[in-house]
């Protein structure tokens, strides 16, 4: 197995980092960070999920954006309410329905984490991408950033009662930002856009979930213009008895090597547990896969990525590479920021 070393002190940024975005919040997680090199910075975009503070034990109150005043409001439910499944700590279900909720307990926006060394993090203090229209009243998750040409391309879930769609920002001074709207529709998310054109034409790995018939896998898609998409192909199907045998979704945005765009992706075993490979597509016509690993990168063994608020995650998002080596940021078990490094030489040799 290839040498992939987890950052000693992980992880690297945790809820007692980041202050909550209003006195009536709390931060319950910080995770899932899309990564990029600015000037003589490594800034993360961080999902950081908040809830109203617990005040009554009988109640639960939950934050919800009107997406016509963009103004923060609440639901408040009464637990003993048994029109309502209240189980799972996540969600709001009507009772009797298995796979749809009515809402979700916390709300989560993007906020940026800038550091000079790639280890050591400042979190910024109000948020970057913060929940503001009818697709977001929900809240936004789990950023991932590309350049291109020295503009910041975001995407990001966004997640309302018309289920979760994938949006579209970009920045190019990480200060401000320009929301550009809903570039794929529900239910698709681990979008990653590759970092320039290819034949002439942008491309994006993206995650459609049918609620018909077969597993979450990777899809392939172009662009002439980053907001209209089409020529929707699959990449990568889930593989039975492997560790990402239930479900797969892009991580990080490709990075470009002399093999190809190496992938590296998040896999789901037979048990739930979320892993780390990576796949190697061609450069010229990246809907080919060349190699992809066997065995996971990187699995859930550390107490740290075991327990938590959803345990034995291991999610890439973001990865940079500094003097050598990649460094590569996950979400740990939807609460925490975690870091790997390994040699990108390293990674292709490992695969299959």
């Given at each position: 197995?290839?040498?992939?070393?987890?950052?000693?002190?992980?992880?690297?940024?945790t809820?007692?980092?980041?202050?909550?975005?209003?006195?009536?919040?709390?931060?319950?997680?910080?995770?899932n960070?899309?990564?990029?090199?600015?000037?003589?910075?490594?800034?993360?975009?961080?999902?950081?999920?908040?809830?109203?503070?617990?005040?009554?034990?009988?109640?639960?109150?939950?934050?919800?954006?009107?997406?016509?005043?963009?103004?923060?409001?609440?639901?408040?439910?009464?637990?003993?309410?048994?029109?309502?499944?209240?189980?799972?700590s996540?969600?709001?279900k009507?009772?009797?329905?298995?796979?749809?909720?009515?809402?979700?307990?916390?709300?989560?926006?993007?906020?940026?984490?800038?550091?000079?060394?790639?280890?050591?993090?400042?979190?910024?203090?109000?948020?970057?991408?913060?929940?503001?229209?009818?697709?977001?009243?929900?809240?936004?998750?789990?950023?991932?950033?590309?350049?291109?040409?020295?503009?910041?391309?975001?995407?990001?879930?966004?997640?309302?009662?018309?289920?979760?769609?994938?949006?579209?920002?970009?920045?190019?001074d990480?200060?401000?930002?320009?929301?550009l709207?809903?570039?794929?529709?529900?239910?698709?998310?681990?979008?990653?856009?590759?970092?320039?054109?290819?034949?002439?034409?942008?491309f994006?790995?993206?995650?459609?979930v049918?609620?018909?018939?077969?597993?979450?896998?990777?899809?392939i898609?172009?662009?002439?213009?980053?907001?209209?998409?089409?020529?929707?192909?699959?990449?990568?199907?889930?593989?039975?008895?492997?560790?990402?045998?239930?479900?797969?979704?892009?991580?990080?945005?490709?990075?470009?090597?002399d093999?190809?765009?190496?992938?590296?992706?998040?896999?789901?075993?037979?048990?739930?547990?979320?892993?780390?490979?990576?796949?190697l597509l061609?450069?010229?016509?990246?809907?080919?896969?060349?190699?992809?690993?066997?065995?996971?990168?990187?699995?859930?063994?550390?107490d740290?990525?075991?327990?938590?608020?959803?345990?034995?995650?291991?999610?890439?998002c973001?990865?940079?590479?500094?003097?050598?080596?990649?460094?590569?940021?996950?979400?740990?078990s939807?609460?925490?920021?975690?870091?790997?490094?390994?040699?990108?030489?390293?990674?292709?040799?490992?695969?299959?």
């Amino acid at each position: 197995m290839m040498n992939i070393k987890r950052y000693e002190f992980n992880p690297i940024i945790t809820c007692g980092d980041v202050n909550p975005s209003s006195r009536d919040f709390e931060v319950i997680g910080t995770f899932n960070p899309g990564a990029a090199k600015y000037k003589d910075e490594i800034i993360l975009a961080m999902r950081v999920a908040e809830r109203f503070k617990e005040n009554d034990s009988e109640r639960i109150k939950i934050p919800v954006v009107d997406g016509q005043s963009a103004s923060l409001k609440s639901v408040d439910l009464d637990r003993g309410d048994d029109r309502y499944d209240f189980s799972d700590s996540r969600v709001v279900k009507e009772k009797g329905n298995l796979y749809e909720f009515l809402y979700l307990t916390s709300m989560s926006h993007v906020r940026l984490a800038r550091s000079s060394d790639g280890v050591n993090f400042k979190v910024d203090d109000k948020p970057f991408i913060y929940p503001e229209n009818e697709y977001e009243s929900f809240g936004v998750e789990d950023p991932r950033i590309t350049e291109i040409d020295g503009r910041y391309y975001i995407t990001y879930s966004s997640v309302s009662k018309y289920g979760v769609v994938t949006s579209l920002a970009v920045t190019s001074d990480f200060k401000s930002c320009k929301k550009l709207g809903n570039i794929f529709s529900t239910e698709n998310k681990d979008v990653v856009i590759f970092p320039e054109k290819i034949n002439g034409k942008y491309f994006a790995l993206n995650r459609p979930v049918s609620k018909s018939t077969g597993d979450p896998v990777i899809w392939i898609s172009e662009s002439y213009n980053l907001l209209h998409w089409g020529n929707h192909k699959v990449v990568a199907h889930t593989r039975k008895g492997h560790w990402d045998s239930q479900k797969i979704g892009a991580g990080a945005p490709p990075i470009k090597t002399d093999r190809g765009w190496l992938e590296l992706y998040h896999g789901v075993d037979d048990d739930g547990h979320y892993s780390m490979g990576a796949l190697l597509l061609d450069i010229d016509c990246p809907s080919k896969i060349i190699a992809r690993s066997e065995q996971p990168l990187l699995a859930p063994q550390k107490d740290y990525e075991t327990m938590g608020f959803f345990s034995n995650v291991v999610f890439p998002c973001g990865a940079v590479e500094k003097q050598g080596e990649l460094y590569v940021y996950y979400g740990i078990s939807d609460n925490s920021v975690g870091l790997a490094t390994a040699n990108t030489e390293d990674i292709l040799k490992s695969l299959a």
